[in-house]
């Protein structure tokens, strides 16, 4: 049982756990060699999520209650650094360790924790000869990031189930993993409290931002790198055609996205039969965030939906979104490889 | 529209909403409410929203006294539906919606409003078998409504569904309206085409269509059957002729799949066609909204003057729109006819030409309402009847 916790820090169980131990917060950041192994074991767990490195130590039986409370102490660490494209790698890296511990586990021990997360996830399912009935809205709960048609709806569902195999089903939980992480992030902590988590927060901060500092979009906007729907839309604009509301504003704010500037995107839409100089313009400005919110251009499920998927080819179908597609693209332009799976979300 | 006009509706609106026979949905206190009012701008929209009430005779009260053109309702629940920010109102789920409108289903000339009305009938038809069949829905699970106006609304308020965000109701809508499938996917997952086993339900929808598909060219004779099949994508007339002999063999496909004989690219263009002919055309926004303002069913529609009607199955069946959602009276009206129009209410086709006219007053409201005929009197004598 307590491998399972700790293992799986962030179920609810082990959140029971955490409550009925008499342990405090504030313990951990008293002098002790326990805390001492919690705030460490917690750093790492922040620093793997940030290097993308996979986690070399291996668990030992004493160090169940350091793996569960040093979740509960990274949790805290990201909420003080409080970077919202952190939090989001911080879940990526818990979801992916859940992966993979399921995957390494023995068969029997592997089928237990899969019945246990299953249950903790409030998952029902039926299971004959390996292969899992789930409800098809939960199935929609966690699909919505994996790509391919093995993972669409429309081809799996029979009278309100889907059917999966084991795989399936470990990599449905490990995208639960994720959205559970990620669901009340950044915890609302008081000053002082990250104060005191300052020298360990301080570095974490820094390494995030050399890291981070690589994605943001500068430079001029590279159209060659542009994924086959927005070129799509560009030239469909380019030989005068009318956009349909959906498609005007995935053009739009994915050119914003990018880096074009106002201007720029405005001059684009001058050969519409509709264009209207000073609408556009206010279109294109409150796109861009005139109004203090930036809008994030739509992903590909998205796209689909509205029929403005098109043309897709090999990235496509190794991306969520658009726009990871572009900085894929432009950093191969840039002779970089890159991460496919990085982008917004 | 004059204001003569305006307030003859409003005075009839008034006297439907005065007796009490609104219907409130569930939950209705954590909704947000809007209305349109036969105001100076009508029949322009202003919409007055974000209000919320706490009890059934305070909405009732409101609509007796306002007689509002429009009624709607979130299909979200919010903890502060009063609320004039969205970001406050603090979103607790929401219904989802299948909106089935003629405007989605007929590219071509428009036919006649009741023909129209059959046509989004049938697909409203198709969408329930969906909803029963593919997502194991029950019957009892949804209300069917008529808009009032030019289609059908579904409600499903089933627990598991109403949390789920945007983009989960998204890959509900692809899945009605067939987004994503792929012939080539279904060809190389089933070999072929889709055998009885572990199918999806498009699986089964596809099989089934292509066997009734098959079918039919056996009943034809052989020499359309080869017309018909020859005009399929990579099938000429040779591949057509033995084609139909093989097929002839047998009252199954089986010995069709065994032959080999239709090339790859014609069971892909006939999975294609199956898949446009199966398919639910839904309006996709409104699914996939998680905050839409929905017509109050039992209210009125302000564009027609007919009732938003809620049908359970069994009444959806049999329900006659310009029949069963007519709540004005035959009396006579005087109307001024601004264009030519049809009206075929309660089994009457009426035509009308330019000029003042005695109409039965449900035909008038509906006129007036469509922005048809402007108001002119009402007959003291028919009156007495």
Redesign the interface.
Known sequence: MEEYLALFPYTSAAARYVEASTRTFESFLTVGEFSKLILNRSVERVTRAISGDTPASLIERDDYEVEIFSYVMARALVSCINETLLIQRYANAEAQDAFDNLRHADEPSRDEYIMSLLEDFRMPVSVENDAFRL????F??Y??RLRG?QW??????????V?LAKGEIIQILAEAVRLKVLSGLPLKLSGKMCEELSPYTSPLKEAFSQVSSHLVDSGPVVLEACPPCIKALLSQVKAGRNLSH?ARFALTSFLANVGMKADEIVRIYETSPDFDYDLTRYQVEHIRGASGKDYIAPGC??M????NCVESDGLCKRVIHPLSYYRVRNKRHEGVQRNPREGPV | MNAKTKAFLESKFKEYYHNPVIGLPPRFRKREWAFVLFDSAYPRLVMRRHKAFSSQKDLQAYLGAVAPAHVYYSTAYYAYPSATRMQDKKWEGADIIFDLDADKLLTDSAPSYALMLQAVKNETDKLLDFLVNDFGFDYADFSIVFSGGRGYHVHLREKRLVTLGSHERREVVNYLTGTGLEPEYLLRRTNIIPVPGDNSCWEIRIRTWIDKYFKRLRELDAEMAITELAAVKAIGKRRAKEIVDVMSQDTTIQPLLQSRLMPLTAWKSLIREAISQIKVRIDVPVTADTKRLIRLPTSLHGGSGFRVTPLTFDEFRSFKPLHDAVVFADRSVSVKILKPAIAEIKGETIKVHQGTTELPEHTAVYLMARGLAEYESRRLKSDQK
């Open positions: 409800h098809f809205t939960d929609v709960k699909t919505g048609p669409r709806l429309v081809n799996l569902l029979n009278r309100g189930s059917t959906p499920s998205t689909e939906t509205y029929g």
